[in-house]
């Protein structure tokens, strides 16, 4: 199953990409938000692993995507991002690419 997955997304040309949030141990909740996700609150939901990093893989085609963390209810840059860009509302997103 896994096997067959992969070869699907090779096939498509989408790669997987994880993201990863360090945070405070006192934080709930961290959702993963972006172009990929339509930017809706809470379309991804971080796991939370060891020493308070939370993480999310998604499979993605190439190319530029924006995105930011959204933990307990507060949004996050990436400071790991490719790159920081301007948005509309005069704050920044962070951006992957994805090659």
């Known amino acids: 199953m896994v096997k067959e997955k ?32 339509n930017w809706e609150k809470g379309a991804i939901m971080m796991s939370k692993g060891k020493n308070a990093e939370w993480k999310a893989q998604l499979s993605l ?16 840059n990436d400071p790991q991002a490719d790159r920081q860009v301007q948005n509309i509302w005069g704050s920044e997103n962070s951006l992957r690419i994805v090659r």
């Not at 085609?61 to 996050?76: C, I, Q, R, S, V």
Request: zero cysteines; glycine letters at 8%; aromatic letters at 16%.
């Open 6 to 37: 992969l070869m699907k997304m090779v096939s498509l040309g989408k790669k997987r990409v994880t993201f990863k949030f360090s945070a405070p141990s006192s934080i709930h909740e961290v959702k993963l938000a972006g172009s990929f996700s």
């Open 61 to 76: 085609a190439p190319g530029e995507y924006e995105y930011k963390f959204l933990a307990d209810g507060n949004w996050y």
